[in-house]
T-cell receptor, first 112, second 109 residues
Framework: DTEVTQTPKHLVMGMTNKKSLKCEQH?????MYWYKQKAKKPPELMFV???????INESVPSRFSPECPNSSLLNLHLHALQPEDSALYLC???????????FGQGTRLTVV | QQPVQSPQAVILREGEDAVINCSSS?????VHWYRQKHGEAPVFLMI?????EQKGHDKISASFNEKKQQSSLYLTASQLSYSGTYFC??????????FGAGTRLTVKP
């Protein structure tokens, strides 16, 4: 299994809603990532978990809250988002430094 | 810090060649190349770890210069399927992986 699975594929939420994005991999990868990608822009690093511990937080607003319940799962909890947070949210995983990143298909988020 | 990519966009006819460059002001631990098609996730092409390394498969190859501050991606005899946005990514030994601004490649018949 060389897949990273993200759910849901699409999400529309209001600015007062609470929702969660989910990412799962069963490759035994110990680093997992959240990226935000706007149209015609590169993926922008948000968070990195290494061995289930948050190792990088790129000064992301607190309305985004990551969670890594175990080595296979990564969640991104969303609360009180703004319309400008609408984007494609990509999850990725790697075995470690200097190794190939596997990306999920992403969740296309629209905040209304 | 993000690597710097050039050019921003390239338009080719089928069969033509292209080079995409990626550079950094500091030595890089590794360089990754990905291609992303519209509406899809980035797909891994190759990774280079050592200065002086060259890799390739089919008609796509890449190099990593000795000082590990620059990498180039070479697309030879381009096909329509090569169209997409190419990103170089750099990673350090702390799993900090970031991407350049991307190069939009369009291959026309």
């Amino acid at each position: 299994d060389t897949e990273v699975t993200q759910t849901p594929k699409h999400l529309v939420m209001g600015m007062t809603n609470k929702k969660s994005l989910k990412c799962e991999q069963h490759m035994g990868h110990r680093a997992m990532y959240w990226y935000k990608q706007k149209a015609k822009k590169p993926p922008e690093l948000m968070f990195v978990y290494s061995y289930e511990k948050l190792s990088i937080n790129e000064s992301v607003p607190s309305r985004f809250s990551p969670e890594c319940p175990n080595s296979s799962l990564l969640n991104l909890h969303l609360h009180a988002l703004q319309p400008e947070d609408s984007a494609l949210y990509l999850c990725a995983s790697t075995r470690g430094p200097g190794t190939e990143a596997f990306f999920g298909q992403g969740t296309r988020l629209t905040v209304v | 810090q993000q690597p710097v990519q050039s050019p921003q966009a390239v338009i080719l006819r089928e069969g033509e060649d292209a080079v995409i460059n990626c550079s950094s002001s500091k030595a890089l631990y590794s360089v990754h190349w990905y291609r992303q098609k519209h509406g899809e996730a980035p797909v891994f092409l190759m990774i280079l770890l050592k200065g002086g390394e060259q890799k390739g498969h089919d008609k796509i190859s890449a190099s990593f210069n000795e000082k590990k501050q620059q990498s180039s991606l070479y697309l030879t005899a381009s096909q329509l399927s090569y169209s997409g946005t190419y990103f170089c990514g750099t990673a350090n030994n702390n799993n900090d992986m970031r991407f350049g601004a991307g190069t939009r490649l369009t291959v026309k018949p």
